[in-house]
């Protein structure tokens, strides 16, 4: 049972204490840093004023946080629908979802699931988007590169029940009760940021990620400029720029600009087994999830 819990509000911006783990999900994300998320945040200053995070995403990083004062922004608008629902209308957000499950669930899924996608293809919205992202395949959220469409098969498994997820906004809803969210490009984000803030960047991987959030046209040179921009006027700026999970698999070498970072911290999250089914199970091989974390300062 996830207790909803108020979040200890000593440990809110401005104080990057020891954070525990917070495990439960809202959305569905492929590349959620919410895993790791407790890690990263102890590599945050000691003390900041706001805290931005301009690639929000499934926003595990800032929920885990619980900032007192955050702004958090993304690109994709049905994702900041969903976060803005959140917060102005709770009881909204809770009837996307338990609508589309019951549709779902009362009859032919399949039938239902191709409903639910084809809705959203002609008209990308956050509610049936946060419908899809707990219903599809491997919680895999692609677009097509051809016309943009969210191409995921149904997953096999059952998405859980509206009570559940009802459960996990309320929960959601008082950890960033702070925040606010708007959809922006992270220039105009990171440009919000006053000496003293600290902006937390987790940008789409540019080798591997152009399917993956409609992230085409993301530029990491021009996300250099404006770190070093807010660096410029002392704003702290923490950026996770591999993220490759399993080791020795593609690590993309991505240079630097000189002086711009101060450390490089290589944040793991223990070591687990992974069993190969797709090798008939006979391999198994470690994995650490891992995160490389850039900081100025
Ligand atoms: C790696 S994901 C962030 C994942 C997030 N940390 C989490 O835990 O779920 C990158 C995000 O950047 C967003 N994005 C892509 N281009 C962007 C841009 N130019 N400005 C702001 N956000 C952008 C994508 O929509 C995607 O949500």
């Known amino acids: 049972m996830e207790a909803a819990t108020k979040p200890d509000q000593d440990r809110a911006s401005g104080r990057a204490e020891a954070v525990a783990p917070f495990k439960t999900q809202l959305l569905k994300w492929v590349g959620s840093k919410q895993k790791i998320a407790h890690e990263i945040v102890r590599h945050f200053p000691p003390r900041f004023d706001a805290y931005h995070e301009p690639f929000l995403g499934a926003a595990g990083v800032m929920a885990t946080l619980t900032p007192r004062e955050g702004y958090g922004s993304d690109t994709f608008a049905p994702l900041i629908e969903i976060w803005q629902a959140l917060q102005s209308d709770p009881d909204k957000l809770k009837g996307w979802y338990e609508t589309r499950w019951r549709d779902f669930t009362s009859g032919n899924r399949d039938a239902a699931y191709q409903r639910i996608k ?29 016309d943009g469409h969210m191409s995921t098969p149904v997953g096999a498994h059952p998405p859980i029940p509206p009570k559940a997820f009802a459960r996990r906004v309320d929960l959601w809803r008082m950890r960033l009760a702070g925040c606010r969210f708007d959809q922006m490009d992270f220039a105009d984000a990171m440009a919000r940021a006053r000496p003293g803030d600290l902006v937390y ?60 970072f101060a450390r490089e911290i290589m944040v793991t999250l223990g070591r687990s087994m992974l069993r190969r089914f797709q090798m008939g199970g006979q391999s198994c091989e470690s994995e650490v999830v891992r995160d490389r974390l850039l900081l100025t300062y």
């Open 118 to 146: 084809s809705a959203y293809n002609a008209g990308p919205n956050g509610a049936d988007f946060l419908f899809l992202t707990r219903s599809c395949y491997g919680g895999v959220v692609r677009f097509r590169k051809s």
């Open 201 to 260: 960047c987790d940008p789409p991987y540019s080798h591997s990620q152009s399917i993956l959030y409609g992230a085409q046209g993301f530029s990491l040179d021009r996300l250099f400029d404006s770190i070093a921009a807010c660096k410029a006027r002392g704003v702290f700026v923490a950026l996770s720029i591999d993220g490759t999970k399993k080791s020795g698999l593609h690590d993309c070498e991505v240079p630097l600009p000189a002086g711009l």
